[in-house]
């Protein structure tokens, strides 16, 4: 079990940044990578970013490379995702979930159906 909680969104305008986390806990946290999906108001569930355990080969959506970075410290078992150039399609709520490296190396990274664990979510709201 691996729990996931996110925090940082916020209200921000355009042109500004945010950081994202997500705290990732539980037992065997070390064998999943962590993805991150958003979702605006009546829309679907799409992939943002993903990051394995190790760290090797993130992945990003193209709508977001260049202005959103995810990094993480398995020290303190967080999750970060640097947000820049905020636009106002970025608004949307934020996810950071939990994905079986051996789904990740396959793959399967920006499928929402493939991962296993998921955090409640935080608010992101760009205005223009």
């Known amino acids: 079990q691996v729990q996931l909680v996110e925090s940082g969104g916020g209200l921000v305008q355009a042109g500004g940044s945010l950081r994202l986390s997500c705290a990732v806990s539980g037992r065997a946290v070390s064998d999943y990578g962590t993805g991150w999906f958003r979702q605006a108001p009546g829309k679907e569930r799409d992939f943002v970013a993903a990051i394995s355990w190790t760290s090797v080969g993130e992945n990003y959506a193209d709508s977001v490379k260049g202005r959103f970075t995810t990094y993480r410290d398995n020290a303190k078992r967080m999750v970060y995702m640097q947000i820049n150039s905020l636009k106002p399609e970025d608004t949307a709520v934020y996810y950071c979930?939990?994905?079986?490296?051996?789904?990740?190396?396959?793959?399967?990274?920006?499928?929402?159906?493939?991962?296993?664990?998921w955090g409640q979510g935080t608010q992101v709201t760009v205005s223009s």
């Open positions: 979930a939990a994905i079986s490296d051996e789904k990740y190396f396959r793959g399967k990274y920006s499928t929402a159906s493939e991962y296993d664990y």
